[in-house]
């Protein structure tokens, strides 16, 4: 199908579209090929602009008819699947192709045109960059290419090219930027900004194409040519600006094994832990027991039939022995022996995915021929892997470009929340021990954390209980990873603990006693400067974790008292609840300490500090102790810290929705936007805390303590991987700021 396209040529800068103080930038990702991962480059583009604190809003102009049967599935691989599991950013509804085409049958392209800018104009406000997402060339449909550049001229969108390397040279890959320009203007069309390179170096199967089907990883297949392009030599062959240069990683094109079974319609015999298992490979037990045995390896599928009970056994066998087998899938229709189910029950139980098909070994090898090698909708840990892999890769130069032109208020956002932990957590370098060094949950952040420069991790506990941990969960404990055994250490401590506690009694055997607890002897390796903080509470209580420190720590020069306070991940900005945690009934003199404290933390990690001092009236409206409290409290506050924005009494209605604000607080400068929520007491600040992230679904990290010599932390027990990861670089930046 062909169709007249007229555009306008642009010989100037990109023309931004001005809303009141607002400058927005429209940016335009256009795929060169089928298989260029565009949802990845997409994913990683939106994670490199959130971490800049940008507000972004993704534009898809128009939905083709292989993302609207996957996302009716509910599953794989398109942007728009996965961006409307974001919350952060609005889900367009755009066109879908069956229309498309039968307004380019009828010449009406102009009607097109103006649905998709209407449509982009409805859906802008409070952005300051959006991205559009442009169409992926079909066999079928040989206008995309064409399409995609009027949609980018109508839009007036800077653009940028996707394209994979595949097995061509750097001079081939010249000619097919230089190609793909000309499509769009040629170098005439200043508004083609530059270009991303996926997959670089990614292994070439058959037919010469970069491998993306979960067969071409069996072991039965041929092995794959793998190319070494230097990314400099990219940059240099280049005719464009290369805003990013991906490399391939095997990691992030792991399906699950709930991803397998949903594409081969398979029935579950035992569900395991299908939703975070991945596949790496596939076996195909078709062998003598002897020569399979060879074949099992770790997130492996094996396939093989169901009346081989031999192989099924041997399988759980290994299991047992610590190898973590990806799934069984069991083919041929027969029905799994009860004796063997029975046999191997407790091996299922571990978290072992089974699964069977009717079809036989040969027509599911078939089948798995045409699985993709893809990202799903709902896998959502892939989908935080991949953004911030790719976001990694992505210029940085070029993504704070976006800022420049930007006049929203500044609110950080989660990502960037994150992004700025690590970074600074990396630059600070800091020593954290980490008392329960042996809990699993610990062990495997340690490990990232080491990966990542993020805190060179000290370790308490048994030095076989901690590897027995990190094999069980094939975690690696290299350099940046100290373990210490506790039992080896604990008499170097009981001098320097009867010292720190004679006035309280404190004998040689009570002392001896108190160090069998690992987090005493974590508190005092702190207190004699041999690391730099402490991390506890993945399976102590909060006072378990605090007391030691209040005993030992002692506060920070100039500091009244310890509080604490909660970082809240909202979907559009981090916020900061204090206290939370510590002082059960504060005067109002400590009311105002904990409000200095928190706005000085909020301002170390890049909020913006405007203090709301919460109550249950707001102004003058209410009387009462309590209210009297915090206005008292306010004073104090404003006297001592004239330098911040601190406001109060405010209903938290009142700090934090502007409507709200407009009609009780018209004058108040923290009213309607506040960052810090100052709680009169800790029953009002921890049910506040725990009913806003348990009804919304949001990360909260902390409590972190404020005001100590040195920086202790305390964690929730039921905190994930990824909580104890970011706590444990709040915490080096804590010790980083407490040097100065």
């Not at 307004?103 to 097109?112: D, E, F, G, M």
């Not at 790496?280 to 039939?305: D, E, R, W």
């Not at 309280?504 to 730099?532: H, P, S, Y």
């Amino acid at each position: 199908m062909m169709f007249s396209l007229q555009v306008t040529w642009f010989l100037s800068e990109p023309v931004t579209v001005k809303r009141g103080l607002v400058v927005l930038r429209t940016i335009m990702l256009i795929p060169a090929g089928t298989n260029v991962g565009l949802t990845s480059v997409s994913l990683g583009v939106i994670r490199a602009m959130e971490q800049k604190g940008i507000r972004l809003h993704v534009f898809k102009p128009i939905t083709q008819e292989e993302e609207t049967a996957l996302c009716s599935e509910g599953v794989r691989n398109t942007t728009t699947c996965v961006i409307r599991t974001i919350p952060t950013i609005p889900s367009i509804t755009s066109p879908d192709m069956t229309h498309v085409e039968s307004l380019l049958a009828s010449n009406q392209q102009h009607v097109l045109m103006e649905d998709i800018i209407a449509r982009y104009h409805d859906n802008i406000q409070a952005a300051d960059v959006v991205l559009v997402e442009g169409l992926v060339p079909t066999r079928t449909q040989h206008f995309i290419t064409s399409l995609n550049y009027e949609i980018a001229c109508t839009l007036n969108a800077e653009i940028v090219f996707v394209l994979s390397l595949d097995n061509d040279a750097p001079d081939q890959l010249k000619e097919r930027i230089e190609l793909m320009r000309s499509s769009f203007g040629g170098s005439h069309n200043k508004n083609i900004t530059g270009v991303i390179l996926n997959k670089l170096n990614a292994p070439i199967g058959e037919y010469a194409r970069t491998w993306p089907y979960l067969s071409d990883i069996s072991e039965n297949s041929s092995q794959p040519i793998f190319s070494d392009v230097k990314p400099s030599l990219i940059f240099k062959k280049s005719p464009l600006p290369v805003l990013g240069c991906i490399p391939w990683n095997v990691e992030l094109t792991s399906p699950r094994a709930i991803d397998i079974a949903r594409h081969l319609g398979a029935t579950i015999i035992y569900a395991g832990n299908m939703q975070n298992r991945r596949v790496t490979s596939v076996t195909f037990c078709a062998q003598s027991l002897p020569n399979m045995l060879g074949y099992f390896h770790p997130s492996a599928l094996l396939v093989t039939s169901a009346d081989r009970p031999d192989v099924i056994v041997a399988a759980c066998l290994a299991v047992m022995n610590g190898l973590e087998i990806g799934a069984i899938l069991l083919t041929g229709g027969y029905d799994l022996d009860p004796r063997i189910q029975k046999l191997c029950a407790c091996v299922f139980e571990t978290g072992l995915p089974l699964f069977s098909v009717q079809k036989n070994t040969w027509q599911t090898s078939l089948s798995l021929q045409n699985l993709r090698l893809g990202i799903a909708a709902d896998d959502q840990s892939l989908v935080e892997k991949l953004k911030n892999y790719v976001a990694g890769y992505i210029d940085n130069t070029w993504t704070s470009s976006m800022l420049a032109r930007s006049k929203h208020p500044h609110r950080l956002s989660p990502a960037a929340f994150r992004y700025r932990l690590i970074a600074l957590a990396r630059q600070a370098r800091k020593r954290i021990v980490l008392p329960e060094g042996s809990e699993p949950r610990t062990v495997k952040a340690a490990s990232i954390c080491a990966e990542r420069g993020i805190a060179h991790c000290v370790l308490l506990g048994s030095p076989d209980d901690i590897h027995r941990m990190a094999v069980l969960q094939n975690v690696k404990l290299g350099n940046g990873i100290e373990i210490i055994n506790p039992d080896m250490e604990r008499e170097k401590y009981v001098a320097r603990l009867l010292e720190l506690r004679k006035s309280k009694g404190m004998t040689a055997v009570i002392a001896r006693a108190q160090l069998r607890d690992n987090v005493v002897l974590g508190t005092l390796m702190l207190e004699r400067g041999e690391v730099d903080g402490l991390l506890s509470g993945a399976v102590h209580t909060t006072a378990n974790t605090i007391r030691p420190a209040l005993q030992f720590i002692k506060t920070a020069p100039g500091n009244l008292i310890v509080s604490s306070v909660f970082f809240m991940l909202l979907p559009e900005q981090v916020l900061v609840y204090g206290d939370c945690a510590i002082n059960p009934n504060p005067t109002s003199e400590q009311l105002a300490e904990i409000a200095i404290q928190s706005a000085d933390s909020a301002a170390a990690f890049g909020i913006e500090p405007r203090v709301a001092m919460i109550s249950y009236a707001t102004g003058n409206s209410g009387t009462g102790t309590d209210v009297e409290k915090v206005r008292e409290a306010t004073c104090r506050a404003q006297k001592r810290r004239p330098d911040l924005l601190i406001d109060g009494p405010l209903q938290y209605d009142t700090a934090i929705i502007p409507e709200v604000a407009l009609l009780k607080a018209p004058n108040s400068a923290v009213a309607g936007q506040a960052t810090v929520f100052i709680f009169p007491d800790l029953n009002t600040g921890n049910t506040t805390y725990k009913a806003v992230q348990r009804s919304a679904g949001l990360i909260s990290i902390g409590p972190m303590l404020q005001g100590m010599r040195k920086p202790v932390n305390d964690l929730s027990r039921g905190a994930l991987v990824e909580d104890i990861v970011y706590t444990i670089a709040l915490t080096a930046i804590q010790s980083k700021q407490a040097e100065s």
